[in-house]
C-alpha cells in the first residue's frame, strides 16, 4: 500500500491561490485528486501520468493546474481564482496501472466570499 502525505490546504479569499502537495512513499504512475463537500459524492479534479501528461475535470480547466516531481515522489495541485464552491476537502490519490488507489488523509479548503 503507498503512503500518501498531503499538504498546503488552508483558507483564503475567493480570487486567490493554494498549492496542495502530495508526497507518495513510493514511485507511482498515476497521481491525482478528488474533492469532496459534506454530503455530497467525491469528485474527481484531475490527475497526472507518470510522464508528465495531465487531464482535468472540466470544471477547473483554466484555474487548476496539477504538475509532478517524479524525483521525490511528489504531485502538487495549483489552484488559482479559487472561488467559494471550491471550498471542500481535498484528497490526493495514486496508482499504478490495474491496480486500486492509495488515498492521502485529506486537506481542507476554504474559499471566503
Known amino acids: 500500500q503507498v503512503q500518501l502525505v498531503e499538504s498546503g490546504g488552508g483558507l483564503v479569499q475567493a480570487g486567490g491561490s493554494l498549492r496542495l502537495s502530495c508526497v507518495a512513499s513510493?514511485?507511482?504512475?498515476?497521481m491525482g485528486w478528488y474533492r469532496q463537500v459534506p454530503g455530497k459524492q467525491r469528485e474527481w479534479v484531475g490527475l497526472?501520468?507518470?510522464?508528465?501528461?495531465?487531464n482535468y475535470a472540466d470544471f477547473v480547466k483554466g484555474r487548476f493546474t496539477i504538475s509532478r516531481d517524479n524525483a521525490k515522489n511528489t504531485v502538487y495541485l495549483q489552484m488559482n481564482s479559487l472561488k467559494p464552491e471550491d471550498t471542500a476537502v481535498y484528497y490526493c490519490y495514486a496508482r499504478n496501472l490495474g491496480a486500486s488507489a492509495d488515498w492521502g488523509q485529506g486537506t481542507q479548503v476554504t474559499v471566503s466570499s
Open positions: 513510493e514511485r507511482i504512475i498515476i
Open positions: 497526472s501520468m507518470h510522464d508528465g501528461s495531465t
